[in-house]
């Protein structure tokens, strides 16, 4: 079964960027679909981007496409999401997950392994 751990987060101010870092550790990491998803206080998880288990597909949420760009190494077990132009409305707390499958996928439900989040807080 796969561990997730993230870094990279942190206390930006906006037009700012940051770097998230998703490091697995387990089998068949390249088996995996890999998210990235985020919670802002009060609100509910939601989807920011997606890629497929050979890298070669994503897909984003409509308010962070031309700014986020997630992407895979598998032979560094590790997934990442660049984020640039950010603005107070990216505060949240991001988290990545997997899922064993083909298919990417933007239902949290639908991940099955989840890393336990790095803070990012983006100030105005």
């Not at 603005?87 to 639908?110: K, L, W």
Request: glycine share 10%.
């Amino acid at each position: 079964q796969v561990q997730l751990v993230e870094s990279g987060g942190g206390l930006v101010q906006a037009g700012a960027s940051l770097r998230l870092s998703c490091a697995a550790s387990g089998p068949s990491f390249s088996s995996y679909v890999m998210g990235w998803f985020r919670q802002a206080p009060g609100k509910e998880r939601e989807f920011v981007a997606a890629i497929s288990r050979n890298g070669a597909n994503t897909y984003y949420r409509d308010s962070v496409k031309g700014r986020f760009t997630m992407s895979r190494v598998n032979a560094k077990s590790a997934v990442y999401l660049q984020m640039n132009s950010l603005n107070p409305e990216d505060t949240a707390v991001y988290s990545c997950a997997a899922r064993m499958s083909s298919d990417i996928d933007a239902r949290p439900g639908n991940y099955r392994h989840w890393g336990q989040g790095t803070q990012v807080t983006v100030s105005s």
